[in-house]
């Protein structure tokens, strides 16, 4: 608690108005504490206005920053009682204020409480527009990705391009003179409907596909000599 008692006092201590103390209980502040009846350690109490009150809520910084804020009416550091601790531009509006009637200070007062509001209300407006560019800019963003799809295999480059780093399904197509365009595209719309699935799941799977005989070394490699379709998976850090 010594750590957050430390900052409160720092926190309030240009307050003219209030101050952070500590008193040794047990060594040369036994006879004001016994006076003010403390029994145990470490006992928090408010004196103000000639009146001492117990403390019995939180021991962390936020909570006795509340306590003060709300029983000590803390002033700011600059007051027309502490005018040296003001900043020179602060200090020139205090003493302006000093100078004015009450109509006038009133006036002036309820002239810059619109200004706040007026303000508060623009950075709505800023904030919303700013959100709006933020949604412009993904889109923007958005339109130079390029959107995944199942892709044909060519060469072992485009493989090792498109597989570095993950897992891919391969599928070895019929030869298009024996399945057709039709049987052709049905195919590789099931593998683009696996992706898709996939994609939903968050699972980074790429896909591609071939056709059977074009990758005559590959196939031999992986033993598909039993006929197309056929697919496999193959990871290369595997």
Not at 18 to 33: K, L, T
Not at 66 to 79: G, T
Not at 101 to 121: F, G, L, M, N, T
Request: charged share 35%.
């Amino acid at each position: 608690m010594q750590a957050d008692w430390d900052q409160l006092g720092k926190a309030f201590a240009d307050t003219p108005n209030v101050v952070i103390g500590q008193v040794d209980c047990a060594g040369n502040g036994q006879s004001s504490c016994g006076e003010h009846g403390v029994r145990g350690y470490p006992t928090l109490k408010t004196w103000k206005d000639g009146r001492m009150s117990d403390y019995n809520g939180g021991r962390d910084l936020g909570s006795l920053k509340r306590e003060v804020e709300k029983k000590l009416d803390p002033r700011p550091a600059c007051s027309l009682e502490s005018k040296d601790a003001c900043k020179p531009e602060d200090r020139k509006i205090l003493e302006e204020s000093e100078k004015m009637s009450k109509a006038e200070r009133a006036a002036k007062i309820k002239e810059v409480q619109k200004e706040i509001e007026d303000s508060k209300k623009q950075v709505v407006e800023l904030e919303k527009k700013a959100k709006k560019l933020a949604e412009s800019l993904d889109l923007i963003k958005a339109g130079g990705q390029t959107v995944e799809k199942v892709e044909q295999l060519l060469n072992d480059e485009d493989w090792r391009a498109h597989c570095e780093g993950r897992t891919c399904l391969v599928a070895f197509l019929p030869h298009i003179y024996d399945d057709g365009a039709k049987g052709r595209n049905e195919k590789i719309k099931i593998l683009d409907d696996v992706m898709k699935a996939g994609k939903k799941d968050s699972k980074n799977i790429g896909y591609l596909w071939t056709q059977g005989g074009d990758q005559f070394e590959m196939e031999e490699a992986l033993g598909l000599q039993f006929g197309f379709p056929a697919v496999i998976a193959i990871n290369f850090g595997k």
